[in-house]
């Protein structure tokens, strides 16, 4: 069964700290691998995106890793900010279909405190 | 600045009302989505639609209807709303041209929802 696993389910550092949000997925034929952001009451915004052959990738103080053979993927947020406060999305595309089919994970919800 | 627009953002409406959500996009994307979300949980897919009077139902069995006479237009309808329909609903579109990788991965790029209160 095609799932995507995120740990931990909630996280909360202070400002200024460094913190990893997991992601283990059995999505087979694997695509892509995306994580997005969703701030409260509102939709999901994309970060980064990875296919099979990238390890990591970074978009200013995130940083995604991919390992494909374990089927893990790790976000890594630098410096963390009270705007970092949101609910981080590990989103996998299969292969399998025309549609492109995405498996949701439940998101890890970050609060950062001052 | 947004691309994809959600209309009503907040709705609370008594059981047995008929209702439309609006989903509008300008990025001339050809594919567009409905998701359903509940708090703390993932989204699942109920309608998506490859184009212009293509509509699909999703892996989440769902009492609403879609219709895509536009392009850029996607609404999703509940004739009869009920208690168990509360909940969020975010429209996604995507195109073969993306705009972050330049490649053709698809990225689904997300509207603010809505959120539903039947009561």
């Known amino acids: 069964k095609n799932q995507v696993e995120q740990s931990p389910q909630s996280l909360i550092i202070l400002e200024g700290k460094n913190c990893t949000l997991q992601?283990?997925?059995?999505?087979?034929?694997?695509?892509?691998l995306r994580w997005y952001k969703q701030d409260t009451g509102r939709g999901p915004v994309s970060l980064t995106i990875?296919?099979?052959?990238?390890n990591t990738k970074s978009n200013g103080r995130y940083t995604a890793t991919l390992d494909a053979d374990t089927k893990q993927s790790s976000l890594h947020i630098t410096a963390s900010q009270l705007s970092d406060s949101a609910s981080y999305i590990c989103v996998v595309s299969d292969r399998g279909s025309t549609l492109g089919r995405l498996y949701f994970g439940r998101g890890t919800q970050l609060t950062v405190w001052p | 600045e947004a691309d994809i627009y959600q209309t009503p953002r907040y709705l609370v409406i008594g059981t047995g009302k008929k209702i439309t959500l609006e989903c509008s996009q300008t990025?001339?994307?050809?594919?567009m989505y409905w998701y359903q979300q509940d708090p703390g949980m993932e989204l699942h897919l109920i309608h998506y639609s490859y184009g212009v009077n293509s509509t699909e139902k999703g892996d989440l069995s769902s009492e609403s209807t879609v219709s895509r006479i536009r392009t850029e237009h996607f609404p999703l309808t509940l004739e009869s709303a009920r208690p168990s329909h509360t909940s969020q609903y975010l429209c996604?579109?995507?195109?073969?041209?993306?705009?972050?990788?330049?490649?053709?991965?698809?990225?689904?790029?997300f509207g603010p929802g809505t959120r539903l209160t039947v009561l």
């Open positions: 990875m296919t099979f052959s990238e």
């Open positions: 990025m001339g994307h050809d594919k």
């Open positions: 996604a579109s995507s195109g073969n041209r993306d705009r972050e990788t330049s490649g053709t991965t698809d990225t689904q790029y």
């Open positions: 992601c283990n997925y059995t999505v087979s034929p694997f695509s892509n």
